[in-house]
């Protein structure tokens, strides 16, 4: 059964960094695309960044030369190092595998930029 565990959130200052890291099991990680997501307060989940089986990576326009996304397939997690971090880039951040094949969200990690 697949679990996504993430972490590495917190409260963070304008112009700060953070890096979130997600632990994959129940699926051949190495095989999957795999990206993140937030969601804002009383806003819908958005797609944030990809990172293909071979480490292609593409980015929403609104992170775009801020966050980083990796992965390491000997751990089977992937991370998201995000810098200069802004007030909007708030909310819950998660992982999950593309294509997702259910539902499926794991409890997502809080970041929250604000001076």
């Known amino acids: 059964q697949v679990q996504f565990v993430e972490s590495g959130g917190g409260l963070v200052q304008p112009g700060g960094s953070l890096r979130l890291s997600c632990a994959v099991s129940?699926?051949?990680?190495?095989?999957?695309?795999m990206d993140w997501y937030r969601q804002a307060p009383g806003k819908q989940r958005e797609w944030v960044a990809r990172i293909t089986a071979s480490g292609r990576t593409t980015y929403a326009d609104s992170v775009k030369g801020r966050f980083t996304i990796s992965r390491d397939n000997a751990k089977n997690t992937v991370a998201l190092q995000m810098n200069s971090l802004k007030p909007e880039d708030t909310g819950i951040y998660y992982c999950r595998r593309f294509p997702a094949v259910s539902n499926y969200w794991g409890q997502g990690t809080q970041v929250t930029v604000s001076s």
């Open positions: 129940g699926i051949i990680f190495n095989t999957y695309a």
